[in-house]
């Protein structure tokens, strides 16, 4: 238990569907992180959120949504997605993201998109 | 190439085997860490290392910051420590680069 959940673990959504993953952590942390990892491939980052201000976007699509509410909540909102997008999404936080502190991982949303 | 380059990609030893996995970069870094992720997916940080040596249990992570490379070895390993192992890097200079991953090491421990 990292202090870091994320809900739903697994999501099946057609191409059509809207979705919202959820990233929650009880850490007192600053900063939050979305990373996709695809089969056989490096873990990627996808956004990073501090202080509840986005200050990374990687070139991600714009199907990819994301929404900090509060430095506790981080949304990874889904639309019109394409099946190359099932993977591992993974949501991290850590202290502040200036300092070279530890990650800490939640669980990860296990998604398929037919 | 990659920026951070793990070897060996797969390993498979024996229960209670000295297991070493290698990790080199090749840019500035603040900080490496080692990652744990088990089947299910979900990761666990192990180590963040700056310099020098840390030691957990059965877990051991060196780094040396002039040959830019670090080592995660595991003693008297166990099926339970068979898991896929990240190695991921801080770039050196701050910013919201978050970490930059190898693509793991899967190490599979046989009774």
């Known amino acids: 238990e990292t202090g870091v959940t994320q809900t739903p673990r697994h999501l099946v959504m057609g191409m059509t569907n809207k979705k919202s993953l959820k990233c929650e952590q009880h850490l007192g942390h600053n900063a939050m992180y979305w990373y996709k990892q695809s089969a056989k491939k490096p873990l990627e980052l996808m956004f990073v959120?501090?202080?509840?201000?986005?200050?990374e976007n990687n070139s991600v699509p714009s199907r990819f949504s994301p929404e900090c509410p509060n430095s506790s909540h981080l949304f990874l909102h889904l639309h019109t997605l394409q099946p190359e997008d099932s993977a591992l999404y993974l949501c991290?936080?850590?202290?502040?993201?200036?300092?070279?502190?530890?990650?800490?991982f939640g669980p990860g949303t296990r998604l398929l998109v037919l | 190439k990659n920026e951070v380059e793990q070897s060996p990609q797969n390993l498979t030893a024996q229960e209670g085997e000295f297991i070493t996995i290698n990790c080199s970069y090749s840019?500035?870094?603040?900080?490496l860490h080692w990652l744990q992720q088990h089947p299910g997916g979900g990761i666990v940080s192990l180590f963040m290392?700056?310099?020098g040596k840390k030691k957990h249990g059965r877990l051991i992570a060196t780094i040396n910051i002039q040959e830019k490379h670090s080592s995660l070895h595991i003693t008297a390993s166990h099926p339970r420590d068979s898991a896929v192992y990240i190695c991921?890097?801080?770039?050196?200079?701050?910013?919201?680069?978050?970490?930059?991953f190898g693509k793991g090491t899967h190490l599979i421990i046989q009774p």
């Open positions: 959120y501090n202080f509840k201000e986005q200050t």
């Open positions: 290392l700056s310099s």
């Open positions: 840019v500035g870094i603040s900080a």
């Open positions: 991290a936080s850590s202290q502040d993201f200036r300092l070279p502190e530890t990650q800490y």
């Open positions: 991921a890097v801080e770039r050196s200079g701050g910013g919201a680069d978050g970490l930059t």
